[in-house]
């Protein structure tokens, strides 16, 4: 299958769109919609994420090998975890970072090392609100002909998320940048429309601006979605927590290519971004805000060209909600109290989100995605539930490594510099 720029331009093979990460011409490869997939679906989580990315795949160059990608990379679960009879978390974080991310990392990292000729080294370059840049540096740390360059906010992360950032070192390189996880994207953005920058340091993109990133989490809500309906609830309707919309995108893609998906909703705290646009029609980008949940401190969501460009009404296909930090805090008390579950702060403003709905009148079966383990967020969490939180032992293992970040100026001639350093 080829794909093409949200901007125009030629079409590519996926791979090569995999392989790049942005188009030329600085816009995002969007793939054409798939028959709705009607069974069978397999059995287990590998089965339902080849099933679901198999159309996507479909002659192109890793097509013959994407069983076994989906073997190497979907290694651990994405259990349901029902709070009462019709609602239930979709936990996210049983990978090595504790966090949705781990899937699309994974599944990248082994896409690239298939289309990486032998003779050839590439730089994955990534901006990270928190989640992302971990389970980027734990995919691809220590594979060959791969360095991978970790761009973070510096002070506008969890402690934990930023020792997980720093901890892996060889191969991987951390950068705490001066400024907002929006000018650690618009970095990265502008060191790929950077062509010789780009073909000097073999660039690719690991965000959710990357395919190979985006495309596997669909797997995970079908997956959800099949649990839902193996229990006669069918549809689920799905809340994802969002900040540059990659995760809530692919649920809708997951939904668009045949899963049992009914509403999807997309929570968001304070930056009301994605919310406003879908009200208004109004896009209207702004300086993104310090919240509890960080990782969806986002104020310019990227994937939103892609929700433009696939619906010319996207409120059609998706609603938004978003709620403060003080909602956030009374959901993660009222979690602990009433169902004696933990969330971290992006998962209650999911459960805030669908309480706000629920009052308002929404019936059926519905999924809140649990998008990061709350021991992430031992600071937020523990003080509001009066007890610690046990520490998974993947997240305990890395918080006991040496943890190392350099500064960086959110400049592209710092970037250029630290890169040529590393290519040296």
């Known amino acids: 299958m080829n794909v093409r720029s949200t901007r125009g331009g030629a079409e590519v093979p996926l791979s090569a769109a995999i ?6 011409d600085g816009g995002l490869y969007l793939p054409p919609p798939v028959p709705p997939h009607a069974g069978p679906w397999g059995e287990g989580l590998p089965a339902h994420a080849a099933a679901v990315l198999r159309p996507w795949f479909a002659g192109d160059v890793l097509a013959p090998q994407l069983d076994a990608i989906v073997r190497e990379s979907f290694t651990f679960s994405a ?33 690239l090392q298939r289309l990486t000729p032998a003779d050839e080294r590439r730089t994955v370059l990534v901006a990270t609100s928190g989640d992302t840049g971990a389970a980027v540096a734990a995919a691809f740390w220590r ?29 991987v390189t951390t950068c705490r940048v001066a400024g907002s996880f929006d000018d650690c994207q ?23 601006i990357s395919l190979g990133r985006l495309l596997p989490q669909a797997a995970y809500h079908a997956h959800a979605a099949l649990a839902v309906a193996a229990r006669g609830r069918s549809p689920a309707h799905i809340v994802v927590p969002t900040g540059n919309l990659g ?40 300086a993104s805000l310090a919240t509890l949940a960080n990782a969806m401190d986002v104020g ?7 929700l433009r460009a696939r619906w010319a009404e996207p409120a059609e296909a998706v609603t938004a909600d978003w709620v403060d930090d003080d909602a956030i805090r009374a959901t993660i008390r009222a979690t602990a109290t009433t169902y004696g579950a933990f969330v971290c702060p992006h998962t209650a403003c999911g459960l805030a989100v669908l309480q706000r709905r629920r009052r308002a009148g929404a019936r059926g079966t519905w999924l809140v995605a649990a998008t990061a383990h709350p021991a992430k967020f031992e600071t937020v969490v523990e003080p509001l539930v009066g007890q610690p939180v046990p520490v998974p032992p993947p997240l305990a293992e890395l ?25 040296d």
């Open 19 to 24: 392989a790049s990460g942005q188009a030329p």
């Open 300 to 306: 310019a969501p990227s994937n939103l060209e892609r």
């Open 186 to 208: 618009a970095l990265v953005k502008r060191a790929f429309a950077d062509a010789h920058l780009t073909a000097r340091h073999g660039l690719v993109s690991a965000n959710s």
């Open 143 to 171: 594979r060959p002909r791969c360095r991978v360059v970790v761009l973070y906010p510096d002070g506008r992360v969890s402690p934990r998320q930023a020792h997980q950032l720093a901890a892996f070192g060889d191969n």
């Open 79 to 111: 259990p349901v975890r029902w709070l009462d009879d019709a609602t239930g978390l979709l936990e996210l974080f049983h990978g090595p970072t504790a966090a949705f991310k781990d899937f699309g990392a994974r599944f990248l990292a082994a896409c």
């Open 399 to 423: 918080l006991a490594r040496p943890a190392h970040a350099e500064p960086l100026a959110a400049d592209l001639g710092a970037l250029r510099q630290r890169l040529d350093r590393l290519a």
């Open 247 to 286: 995760n809530a995108f692919a649920c809708l893609l997951a939904r668009e290519a045949g899963a049992p998906i009914g509403d999807v909703v997309l929570a968001t705290n304070r930056n009301r971004v994605l919310p406003d646009f879908l009200r208004t029609g109004h896009y209207a980008p702004t």
